[in-house]
């Protein structure tokens, strides 16, 4: 079974500001590894994944995540944050090769000061 | 392409009622996931389709939630009878297939209040 953890359940940043927000894991097998955000008042959506391959991966609008197996982590950051970042960022893992069932975190909720 | 349709988008019950809630997802999707999610948790996976058939019900409390997906595109989610810790958002999500990576695609969800 997998677990994540989101040591952080709110980050108030200053615009421009960067941010970065964590995510540690638990598995005993490999694992495909996602963001996903959730706007005000829209769905989840998927921001990036890292499935194999180069350990950082980057997402279209400035964000990255770098999968770092020995810390069992896969921390998100963006290096300046706008106000329309405001959302809801969830950590999650699945089971490389399983059924893609997703354990998420709790969330962390990204609140952009002007 | 449309997304992931649900609905009602919100409901409110007492408890010991019943209710029920529907998806129908992307076209072509062939997998279909429901997931609860708590105010304050990350989502959890309730029941997964592959298709008509259930690939995943281990997190599904049997006694009172059951879940179909008929002729393998809409499926329909019942609580009978509700209680009050049932209050929670539940999400619909698809994807293409399974046995590899597909992105799931989420629905916006039905926000269920349980008095």
């Known amino acids: 079974a997998q677990s994540v953890t989101q040591l952080d359940s709110q980050v108030p940043v200053f615009e421009e500001a960067p941010v970065e927000l964590r995510c540690n894991y638990s598995s005993s097998v490999s694992v495909y590894l996602f963001w996903y955000v959730q706007y005000p008042n829209q769905g989840l959506q998927l921001l990036l994944k890292y499935l194999s391959g180069s350990t950082l991966v980057e997402s279209i609008n400035g964000f990255e995540a770098e999968f770092n197996k020995s810390q069992t982590s896969f921390h998100l950051r963006k290096p300046s944050v706008h106000i329309s970042d405001t959302a809801e960022y969830f950590c999650a893992v699945s089971e490389s090769g399983g059924n893609e069932k997703l354990t998420f975190g709790t969330g962390t909720r990204l609140t952009i000061i002007p | 392409e449309a997304g992931v349709a649900q609905s009602p988008r919100y409901k409110i019950i007492e408890k010991r009622q019943s209710v029920a809630f529907w998806c129908n997802p992307i076209?072509?999707?062939?997998?279909l996931y429901w997931y609860q999610q708590i105010l304050g948790q990350g989502p959890k996976l309730l029941i997964q389709f592959q298709n008509n058939g259930v690939v995943d019900d281990s997190q599904l409390p049997k006694d009172r939630f059951s879940a179909e997906r008929l002729k393998g595109v809409d499926s329909t989610l019942k609580i009978q009878p509700a209680k009050l810790e049932d209050s929670a958002v539940y999400l619909c999500?698809?994807?293409f297939g399974t046995g590899g990576f597909y992105e799931q695609y989420f629905g916006p969800g039905t926000r269920l209040t349980v008095t």
């Open positions: 999500a698809s994807s």
């Open positions: 076209s072509g999707h062939a997998t």
